[in-house]
């Protein structure tokens, strides 16, 4: 059984950073990626991480500001996030799937398979 669980959101001002953290257990086999949703929103793809290569994939709006990072130990997935902006501001949701990895799983518009329950980040300006 797939679960996963974020935590680490809050609210921070504009250039600030947060740590997000996503415990996931049975996901073997499967590719994990961050993703956001803001109210009235699409959801989006941040960020994901391939463990086989340790390749990273990051949307054009979070290149160089986040980091996506996986502790295999731990079997926990990060998400650093730097210089934040109130356009930011969004549910953060940690999500995995054995059919989509790298950019496909990204901007994948088909139904992931498993999803944490997310957490609220809130950047102030």
């Known amino acids: 059984q797939v679960q996963l669980e974020e935590s680490g959101g809050g609210p921070v001002q504009a250039g600030g950073s947060l740590r997000l953290s996503c415990v996931h257990s049975?996901?073997?086999?499967?590719?994990v990626a961050w993703f956001r949703q803001a109210p009235g929103k699409k959801r989006e793809g941040v960020a994901a991480?391939?463990?086989?290569?340790?390749?990273?994939y990051y949307d054009d709006s979070v290149k160089g500001r986040f980091t996506i990072s996986q502790d295999n130990a731990k079997n926990t997935l990060y998400l650093q996030m730097n210089s934040l902006k109130p356009e930011d501001t969004a549910t953060y949701y940690c999500?995995?799937?054995?059919?989509?990895?790298?950019?496909?799983?990204?901007?994948?518009?088909?139904?992931?398979?498993?999803w944490g329950q997310g957490t609220q980040v809130t950047v102030s300006s």
């Open positions: 999500a995995a799937d054995r059919r989509f990895c790298g950019w496909t799983l990204l901007y994948q518009n088909r139904e992931i398979n498993y």
């Open positions: 049975g996901t073997s086999g499967n590719c």
């Open positions: 991480f391939y463990s086989t290569s340790g390749s990273t």
